[in-house]
């Protein structure tokens, strides 16, 4: 069964977008006609065991995920759960010590998840935590803001070769700046700034020791430059565009504008990346496919859930998951899988 909480409003701290979105509920953008020309299967799972929220975080340690954090609609929070696939089970963990926050990063360096950043209603924050899976605890680590950067929310994150990163956000202003955490010396240090456009609300992931950043907004536009993080060398790899602008070529003919969006969600499943949901002048539930070793995207099945900004997306076992998120005064609690070279069924979300 999947479970959601209606709310009468929205609060204070969602973007304006957002908030004009508020009265609208729509359902996932899947249309049968138009699936069946893609693959993938979307397959309901055991619900998230916290309240439905948007803007969460999540790390994984192990076989397991940790999701926490996020907004009600009514309230930030400050819970975290653990998920096992194997056992489909959710355990809650020791609570989050810093302030209850949306729209914070997180990644996971040497066994450790560190969570960071974000937006408590108020006031724009900097400050980073380390929890320890053994202890079930968490301990203050250096502030962002101590030493040079600034407090932000809605940035990307990232971890390579034993080091975290955190780039791009908004701190009252768009940015494109990146900051490398190194856990051993608990030290914050500036690296290369993202070659492409100042930018928020973008998702990142990782591939043999590269650090891709994609979409998002700058100035109520959606992004469609692409870049990689090479941290061997410092720099930024520029990668095709995610709209139809190369008129010489034909293998974006078929993107448009339709990669193009914020507060999406994305994990790696081998050598593919997987770009879930989002807000594109509205809630959207389509789903595209990037072949890494080859710059090249592929619509798949659409989101078989409702459509939903601000959802987390990660991948364990071999298999996609897509949780959390809102639509206008939804906020979701349902988990979904999903098996990128399926043929769709609608019979196993019944």
Do not use: H
């Not at 479970?3 to 049968?32: E, H, M, P, Q, Y």
Request: charged share 20%.
């Amino acid at each position: 069964m999947i479970v959601f909480r209606k709310l009468n409003s929205l609060a204070s701290g969602l973007s304006a977008a957002l908030l004009l979105l508020a009265t609208t509920f729509v359902s996932c953008s899947k249309d049968s006609s138009d699936d069946d020309d893609y693959t993938g299967n979307w397959k309901i799972s055991s619900e998230y065991e916290g309240v439905g929220r948007t803007d969460a975080v999540s790390f994984t340690i192990g076989d397991l995920v940790y999701v926490g954090l996020g907004y009600t609609g009514t309230e930030r929070r400050k819970d975290f759960w653990a998920f096992q696939k194997s056992s489909g089970t959710w355990k809650r963990v020791a609570e989050f010590p810093g302030a209850a926050r949306n729209s914070a990063v997180a990644f996971t360096v040497n066994g450790k998840g560190y969570v960071g950043t974000g937006f408590d209603g108020n006031n724009r924050l900097s400050d980073f935590w380390s929890y320890d899976p053994d202890a079930d605890s968490w301990t203050e680590v250096a502030d962002l803001a101590n030493f040079g950067g600034t407090a932000r929310y809605g940035a990307v994150a990232f971890a390579i070769n034993n080091k975290g990163y955190v780039a791009t956000g908004y701190d009252g202003n768009y940015l494109k700046d990146l900051w490398q955490y190194d856990p051993i010396s608990n030290q914050w240090e500036q690296k290369a700034s993202l070659a492409g456009s100042k930018r928020m609300d973008a998702v990142a992931f990782v591939y043999n020791n590269l650090g891709y950043v994609v979409t998002g907004v700058s100035n109520s536009s959606y992004l469609t430059d692409f870049y990689a993080y090479d941290p061997s060398a410092d720099a930024w790899i520029r990668k095709r565009n995610i709209n139809s602008s190369n008129s010489d070529e034909d293998y974006d003919d078929d993107y448009g504008s339709n990669i193009q969006r914020s507060n999406a969600a994305a994990f790696v499943l081998n050598n593919k990346a997987y770009l879930c949901c989002g807000e594109a002048s509205g809630t959207i539930g389509t789903v595209w496919q990037y072949d890494i070793d080859q710059d090249l995207w592929a619509q798949k099945t659409s989101f078989e859930g409702a459509a939903r900004q601000g959802a987390i997306g990660f991948a364990m076992s071999g298999v996609g998951f897509i949780t959390t998120g809102t639509n206008g005064s939804y906020w979701y609690d349902d988990l979904w899988e999903f098996y990128p070279d399926a043929e769709q069924d609608d019979a196993d979300n019944q």
